[in-house]
Every structure is written in structure tokens, then in C-alpha cells.
């Protein structure tokens, strides 16, 4: 690294010790584009680091609901707003008992890059609460969304910022913020959310977007390396939107998904996954995955165990997919991954892999699909959603699908252009974020010291 990279990067370490996810992804990210740093003493000179990492503005409230006893409940909400250089903040929701400020920092902080590589005007930022929808009627789930979007309204509009569904926030939950929108604003301006259903403005293949579009970056970079998913033994870490239409379309192309998991543990089928069991379950029923083996008793389920690998990484296969939550693959499993004879990882989650795992894997030729590029399926169909409610017109899935496929091979062609220019070889963590950078970082140059 050069000294004004090591000098920002102990500021931000400094200044947010308390924050490790933060610091995780601003390390990843700054130690990557140093490169490009190194190449223009103008950044240094408009101090275009110390901005790029603090964000433009970070709004926390209290969200106080009631329950179906009638007892007042009070969690907590957020929304980082991290940097709007190319289009309005752009990013999702998450209602999870994890979310504090380091989290959506970080989640905000990955989103700018990921935003930029769409090649789509939108900025980034992120938001959510630490309350858990699991358990929860859909009554208090609704009464919560309502007292959240109360505050959050102030905030949000659609050439402000545009939030979208994130863990814990789906179609239902977007339904409930979207209502309390219109009706405290007394106007209905669709694009002000994404995801939402498709009766009120919603875009077809929305849902798929995600594990989509990873599919597509992963085909592109195994192409690039003479290899293909056909016929590849492929494990899946997650069983929620993004893993069950990663699982779809890795099958498509001739994958064998033999695995999928949830927080619990994780199933083995050896014949391959019952996809449409695997929906029933996560998306109609909600249930926890071991319920699998209810209707294919020859399957295997596997409990975690604290403080262990997860057992869907003790699978040997030859793609693995971690679809679930940020740090699901250390050191530790990286060299498991690796022992079993892996040859591709594909990020569906943010920041899934931690920096450690991320080198070794790199070390050993492991192709790693990073996170902000293979993942942006879901946030471009978000910013095609945006574009048909401005038009107040629908595209068909065929076309919303074509549009993804064709931003998701131009992701992937910005990281292997930008991977020879810096003689980076397969390491498309670095340029990836490289080419994210590069963008953001002209139009902050452009735009003056703000």
C-alpha cells in the first residue's frame, strides 16, 4: 500500500474500533484500489479517501410498536445514507436481531461500489432494524413496519433514496412500509420502494434477480477460466431467496445442487435438491429446513455446531455458494474448501468470506465470484424497477431477465478488463472493487469538495 492508503486506513481503524464489520469492508476495499490511488495524486490532494469512508449522513431512531399482548415493544432503526455521487442512495432493509450501526455501515459502505459496477445511476446506502420478524403474526410485523416507516418517510423519496428488501424484509414487509408511505404522503410514488408486489408497481423477476445474477457472473468467470457448471457438484450455504434462485439456475446450466442450509444446519441430498420442496418450505411455509426430510427421508440433515464450520462446507464439491451472512467462510473453511478440492466460490451473501479466507483462497487458485459484483443481480433489477415505475410501464420477465443477464456479463468483462490492466490474474475481489471505485471516484472529482 502507499502512505496515504496505510494513513486512511489507521484513521478509519482508529476512528471506529468498535466497528469491526465496518473496518472489515473499508480494509478489503481500500487495500485493493491502492493501485489506482497510487496513480492519481489528485485524490490525495481533495483528501477523496477521507470522504469516500465517512459517510454523508447516518439517521438512527427508536421504532416503538405494540404487540398482540398490548405490551409496547421498542427496537431500534437505521438508515446510512453513504454516498449519493451517482444517483440516489440505493440499498435494502434488514430486520434482523444483528443489525447495529457497524453492520449497516458496512452493508452501505459495499453497496456504493456494487451500485456503480451495475453501470446504473444510483448511489449507495443501507438500512434496518434489530427487530426479528420470526415469530412474529402479521399483525405486529405490521404495526413495526408502520411505526419504522413513521420516521424513515422524512428520509426516503424516489430521487432521494430508495430502499429495498434485505434479510427479514420481503415481499409482505415491503407491502407494509409501501402502504404507511401512501398514506402519510398522500401520493403514490411507487418508486420510493423496490420489491414490492407486482399489483402495485413491482417488477417481474425481482425475486430470481439475486441468485440469478450471480449464476450469470459465475458462468462468465468460468468461461473466462475454460470451465462451465455443467455437471459440477454444487453446495449452497442459505435456503432464503437468494439461494433458491442461485439453486434454479445453477441447475439450469447443468449444476447438481446437493446441499442447501439455514442457521440451524444444513441438508444433503445426493440426488440433488428437491427445489420445489425447498420453496415450499422457506417460502410458503416457513419452516426450518430439516423439514426436509419429511417427504425425502433418505436425505441427510446436519446440525451446526458453535463455534464449528457449518456443515454445508464439509460437503466436498466442486461450487460452493455462500448465500446466507457476512463471515460464513473463515480461514479455516477456506482451507477445508480447498482440501475437498473446490474450484469456484461464488458470493450470493455480502461479504460472506473474510479477508484471510479471501487471500488463501485467491493463493490456490480457488476463482472467487467477490460479493459486490457477483451479488448486484438483485439492486440492478432494483434500479430496472425504478425505471419502469418513472415510465409507469412493465416489462415482461423475459425482458427484465435479458437486461439482468446482459448487466451481470458487463460486470463481470469491467473486472476481467480492469484484472489485466492491473495485472491482478484471478483475483476479481481486487478489481471488482477497482472498477466500482474508479466510477465513484470521478464523480466525486467531478462534483467538487461536498
Known sequence: MNRYTEKVLASVHEKNSHEKEFIQAVDEVLKSIAPMVEKNPNFEATSLLERLVEPERIISFRVP??????????????????????????????????????IMKFLAFEQIFKNALTGLPIGGGKGGSDFDPKGKSDNEIMRFCQSFMNELQRHIGHNLDVPAGDIGVGGREIGYL?????????????????GKGL?????????????????????????????NLKDKITTISGS??????????????????????????????????????????????????????TKHPNAKYMENIKGETPKVYTIKADIVLPCATQN??????????????????GEGANMPTTIEAIDYLIEHKVLLAPAK??????????ALEMSQNSMRYSWSFEEVDEKLNEIMTNIFKACKETSKEYNLGINYVASANIAGFKKVAHAMMAQGII
Open 65 to 102: 410498536w405494540v404487540d398482540d399482548n398490548g405490551k409496547v415493544q421498542v427496537n431500534r432503526g437505521f438508515r446510512v445514507q453513504f454516498n449519493g455521487a451517482i444517483g440516489p442512495y440505493k440499498g435494502g432493509l434488514r430486520f434482523h436481531p444483528s443489525v447495529n450501526q457497524s
Open 178 to 194: 409501501f402502504g404507511q408511505y401512501r398514506k402519510i404522503k398522500n401520493q403514490y410514488e411507487a418508486g420510493v420502494l423496490t
Open 199 to 227: 399489483e402495485y408497481g413491482g417488477s417481474l423477476a425481482r425475486k430470481e434477480a439475486t441468485g440469478f445474477g450471480l449464476i450469470y457472473f459465475m458462468r462468465e468467470m468460468l468461461e473466462a477460466n475454460n470451465l
Open 240 to 293: 432464503g431467496n437468494v439461494a433458491i434462485y442461485a439453486a434454479q439456475k445453477a441447475v439450469e446450466y447443468g449444476a447438481k445442487v446437493v446441499a442447501m442450509s439455514d442457521s440451524n444446519g444444513c441438508i444433503y441430498d445426493e440426488n440433488g435438491i428437491d427445489l420445489d420442496e425447498i420453496k415450499r418450505l422457506k417460502e410458503v411455509e416457513r419452516l426450518r429446513i430439516k423439514e426436509y426430510l
Open 328 to 345: 460464513d467462510i473463515n480461514l479455516e473453511t477456506a482451507k477445508l474448501l480447498v482440501e475437498n478440492g473446490t474450484i469456484a466460490v
Open 373 to 382: 459484483a457477483a451479488n448486484a443481480g438483485g439492486v440492478a433489477t432494483s
